[in-house]
């Protein structure tokens, strides 16, 4: 910090001025010492209070500058989750490029597997690290992942490009999300992290429709492409404004000069090897190699000794960890998590396999089936910038994370019905209530953790939160897939007894009516509908153990945190004038 802020500091604490808000109501001055611990928090870590004394003098931004640090945040995370599903529709003309079938899995798993694994650590560069550099930096790897993607020679280049774009992609998650609320006056901050958050999941959704304009009319490598303008005009608003710091960050040289304490460096090398080998178990196991193969067993077993061996070096690093478990025992952290590790997996296998319903019973292209989930994605997109909007105005976030809980539990078990003969009526409005809970509650609990922690605790929070999604949906879509794959089995034995299941799964979709006689046509196509019902039930239940889940993260009212702001910011001031 500039030497006149940290005399600004100085003469703060030495007042005694500052004042807390008790429990009564009444206000009363604290000593000295309380007064430096609130003001510059500790740089070993996050506490246990969510609410440890933000900076009063903090300058939130107005005008062009922060219209400009906007765009900068909201256009790159629409990018980044829209890179997340836009190889789907384009996998398959990829994989005749390369003749490249079995790698197939790994141009999404390489992305996921990149962005997960660096969600702590991302967390834990914005504690220590420039707001706006570090996102920045992130930015860089993201970009250069996806020029190497669109110029990849071979199936290797491509899927190492889509590793480097994962790993960029893990610090604009966190990154946009901590710098929302560096830039934002805590009173607006629901509304534009309901619109983030809102873009983002639009991004999920157009992934496959956008993904099968760009594969069917020009060419698949502009699935990659297409983030250097968009993303490159984003970043350049951001170089000429200054980012105001979420809470003061200890110098750069002292940081770098401590590395590995800083960011738990160690952890991190624990940590990578677990994710790579835990989601190579769920790639491999029941594509590559049977479920109870020595090869997935192991890959599990390895995974979980050394989780083990992460849990315990992040408990002797105590706050310095990556994941402090201090930070894990706050509430809305570990409720927030756990919600979104199953319910983000509700949203994974309706955006995995609605498609495959429509592409195979319907005999939609990608592009269209694209199209028919339009009404899900316009209803979830509304109702997560709605939620955003009323926690702004109310404070309250509760009602529509359980009501949103509610809805998608609602509209998942009356998808689950899906088959040949549903009318179009019916699934249009099926989608539209699936979507209206998801957009009511995958935003929230987000608003809630930004809300209830501290500024320094932010980025660290949003990584715990980011990672266990995302881990959640990985699991969940491997269990999806092995339902999948074994209700298709049974059902074209029942339904289509004289047809081998293996050639249609081997195949894909596109290939049922080149492969299936038309006699057998019908039992085939009834057979997909089963299967993506069957998968669909584990939605539903996905989405229950959600609402149930959702009732933890407790009835509070995040429009006290900005009332104490405020009541410390005006007390600073006070005192500054009395000096």
């Not at 698949?220 to 303008?229: D, M, S, V």
């Not at 994710?275 to 590559?288: D, H, N, S, V």
Request: one cysteine or more; aromatic letters at 12%; hydrophobic letters at 50%.
């Amino acid at each position: 910090m500039p030497d006149s802020g940290n005399d600004h500091w100085v003469t703060l604490i030495h007042t005694g001025a500052l004042s807390e808000i008790m429990s009564d109501g009444t206000t009363t001055a604290i000593s000295s010492e309380k007064d430096s611990q609130n003001a510059y928090p500790k740089d070993d870590g996050p506490s246990t209070a969510v609410d440890s004394g933000p900076d009063p003098n903090h300058e939130y931004l107005s005008g062009l500058k922060l219209v400009a640090v906007l765009a900068a945040v909201v256009f790159p995370y629409f990018l980044v989750m829209l890179d997340a599903s836009i190889v789907s529709t384009a996998a398959p003309q990829i994989t005749t490029t390369f003749n490249s079938l079995l790698d197939v899995g790994w141009y999404g798993a390489a992305y996921e597997l990149t962005s997960s694994a660096s969600q702590p650590l991302s967390g834990k560069i914005y504690t220590k690290f420039s707001l706006k550099w570090s996102y920045l930096a992130f930015f860089v790897l993201f970009e250069l992942g996806s020029v190497i993607c669109g110029a990849a020679h071979s199936s290797v280049m491509l899927i190492v490009g889509r590793a480097f774009a994962g790993l960029g992609s893990s610090g604009l998650l966190n990154g946009g999300l901590t710098i929302l609320s560096s830039v934002l006056v805590p009173a607006k901050q629901p509304g534009f992290m309901g619109l983030l958050v809102a873009l983002g999941q639009l991004g999920i959704a157009c992934g496959p429709l956008i993904g099968g304009a760009f594969t069917e009319y020009v060419s698949w490598r502009w699935c990659f492409y297409i983030n250097l303008p968009v993303g490159g005009a984003a970043a350049l608003l951001l170089i000429f404004v200054a980012v105001p710091e979420n809470h003061p960050k200890p110098p750069v040289r002292e940081t770098l000069r401590n590395i590995e304490r800083a960011l738990d460096l160690i952890g991190f090398t624990i940590i990578l090897p677990t994710a790579i080998m835990f989601f190579m178990a769920l790639e491999w196991g029941g594509q590559r190699y049977a479920w109870n193969s020595s090869v997935v067993i192991g890959l599990f077993v390895g995974a979980g000794l050394s989780f083990i061996l992460f849990l315990v070096w992040e408990y002797y690093r105590g706050d310095d960890a990556m994941l402090p478990f201090s930070m894990l025992r706050t509430r809305i952290v570990w409720s927030a998590a756990t919600y979104m590790f199953f319910f983000f997996g509700v949203l994974f296998c309706f955006d995995y396999y609605l498609p495959i319903f429509f592409q195979s019973v319907e005999d939609d292209t990608a592009f269209l089936s694209g199209v028919h989930m339009l009404p899900q994605v316009i209803s979830q997109v509304v109702f997560a910038l709605v939620s955003g909007v009323m926690v702004q105005n109310t404070g309250y976030y509760l009602p529509w994370i359980v009501v949103g809980s509610m809805f998608a539990t609602i509209g998942y078990g009356l998808l689950s019905s899906l088959s040949p003969s549903t009318s179009y009526s019916r699934r249009i409005g099926f989608q539209v209530l699936f979507g209206i809970g998801i957009g009511s509650a995958t935003t929230t609990p987000f608003i809630a953790v930004q809300g209830l922690v501290s500024p320094a605790q932010i980025p660290v929070a949003m990584g715990i939160v980011i990672f266990t999604q995302n881990l959640g949906g990985a699991i969940w879509v491997a269990v999806a897939q092995a339902i999948f794959d074994n209700s298709l089995y049974q059902a074209i034995g029942t339904y289509a007894p004289s047809v081998n299941p293996e050639t249609l799964l081997e195949a894909g979709v596109r290939s049922i009516r080149r492969l299936v006689s038309e006699g057998d046509l019908p039992g085939v196509l009834r057979a997909y509908a089963k299967s993506v019902d069957h998968v669909f039930y584990l939605g539903t239940a996905l989405a229950g153990v959600s609402f149930l889940i959702s009732f933890s993260l407790g009835w509070t009212d995040i429009r006290k945190k900005e009332a104490s702001q405020e009541i410390k910011k005006a007390d600073a001031t006070t005192a500054s004038d009395t000096v």
